[in-house]
């Protein structure tokens, strides 16, 4: 069987290009000991492959080099099986490489259960790594408590979106931040949130300081620079502030460009405290998939792809995601169920 994989050529340096990928055909790879042969039917594309794609140890936990398959969370069916448990046409998730079929090893594989509830490009936004990290992200680091003030970064965007929805369901005022007029419409018109603020238009501060004014507890922030700056300048006493991504951070020409947060004192004197994290946090993962199917079935949380047909567009497709031209959780359809 032949394949089409897209190989790492060379690490991206400063911003990104799609030239530190190769589109090329090769065969399929013959399966090892407890690995299974699966046809990707859709791939994530996610901020942390601009990092990834950096080949720095410090941005991922991946082993990834040059002539490597560029690797990402997707969905996909089992075409043959050498691992006990998995069976030809079950249905699959987890991690593997961009590329038509993969030989995964089958401790990155779980089963997907179909359900005519929950559409396929689901499976890659609320119930995926998107999904737990805006639950974990809230409820895990953040300690999400009834009467805290919420403010979300990019919060049109995948993952900030779901924060926003989850923290709205418990009954929180939230108030997302977005850039353009459009994306923060969504914000008040589909996700029902109490304020939006367009950072493109807005003096981020001022207009927090607004919107809030006893300040913000926790702030799910994707974005880092000068965004969370503002945040810091606008927070409550005993604030949490739950790091889940820096995108502005992430195409950068160089690391002499990163911005500088000037007011991180005040976290002292507002006794408050910032934390990073990767995914989920804190062994608590059932029960947050057992939350995010629940608000699912009850309409608060709502399912928003942005699909790409094609494998071979999944590098130029990732520029969406710099750009903030993406309208949902961005994938790639790469075959038919």
């Given at each position: 069987m032949r394949n089409r994989a897209w190989v790492i050529t060379r690490p991206n340096q400063g911003g990104y290009s799609p030239e530190c990928l190769r589109w090329e055909e090769r065969e399929v790879s013959a399966l090892g000991a407890d690995e299974v042969l699966v046809r990707t039917l859709l791939l994530s594309l996610d901020p942390t492959s601009l990092n990834w794609l950096k080949l720095e140890p410090s941005y991922t936990f991946l082993p990834l080099a040059v002539g490597d398959v560029m690797l990402g969370a997707a969905v996909g069916v089992v075409e043959n099986s050498r691992a006990s448990g998995f069976e030809r046409s079950d249905l699959v998730q987890g991690m593997w490489g961009w590329e038509a079929y993969s030989a995964v090893p089958a401790l990155r594989l779980r089963h997907v259960q179909p359900s005519p509830d929950i559409p396929l490009e689901a499976r890659l936004s609320i119930f995926s790594h998107i999904g737990l990290a805006a639950a974990a992200?809230?409820?895990?680091?953040g300690a999400l408590k009834s009467t805290d003030v919420v403010v979300v970064s990019s919060a049109a965007g995948a993952t900030?979106?779901?924060?926003?929805?989850?923290?709205?369901?418990?009954?929180?005022?939230?108030?997302?931040?977005a850039g353009g007029e459009a994306k923060c419409q969504l914000l008040l018109d589909t996700f029902k949130l109490d304020a939006a603020i367009d950072y493109k238009a807005v003096n981020v501060g001022a207009a927090l300081a607004k919107a809030c004014p006893r300040g913000v507890d926790v702030f799910f922030d994707n974005v880092g620079g000068a965004i969370l700056d503002a945040v810091l300048a606008n927070m409550a006493m005993g604030a949490r502030i739950v790091i889940c991504g820096a995108i502005s951070q992430y195409d950068l020409a160089d690391s002499r460009s990163a911005y500088g947060c000037r007011n991180l004192p005040l976290m002292l004197f507002r006794r408050a405290r910032m934390e990073g994290f990767l995914g989920s946090a804190g062994g608590r993962d059932a029960e947050f998939e057992a939350l995010l199917r629940r608000l699912y079935t009850e309409g608060k949380i709502l399912n928003r792809s942005h699909v790409i047909d094609g494998l071979e567009n999944a590098a130029d497709a990732l520029k969406l995601l710099v750009t903030g031209q993406n309208d949902g959780k961005l994938m790639v359809r790469v075959s038919q169920l």
């Open positions: 992200g809230l409820l895990e680091v900030g979106s779901l924060a926003a929805q989850i923290a709205k369901a418990y009954g929180n005022k939230v108030v997302g931040i």
